[in-house]
């Protein structure tokens, strides 16, 4: 599969981001499994959703803030 058609899905719900945030944490040799956004870094600003990119086996996690600023095309009910 070529980059550009990388599957990518957002994942909302807390026990998802909890589960891949330790993942994530654990496998790059952070200390503790607090993710900080990827978008403004901002420690104080709380995980709101996880971007997964399935084939690269990476997630990006973006506060609330920054989450909302993803140019998702439509619905996201
Ligand atoms: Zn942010």
Do not use: F
């Not at 900080?36 to 709101?48: F, T």
């Amino acid at each position: 599969m070529s980059k550009d058609q990388m599957q990518v899905r957002l994942a909302r719900d807390v026990a998802t981001i909890a589960e891949t945030s330790a993942a994530v944490c654990a496998e790059a040799g952070y200390a503790d499994s607090i993710l900080l956004c990827h978008g403004c870094g901002n420690v104080e600003a709380p995980i709101a959703g996880l971007l997964v990119v399935d084939e690269q086996e990476e997630a990006w996690a973006l506060c609330a803030e920054c989450l909302s600023a993803v140019p998702l095309l439509g619905a996201v009910a």
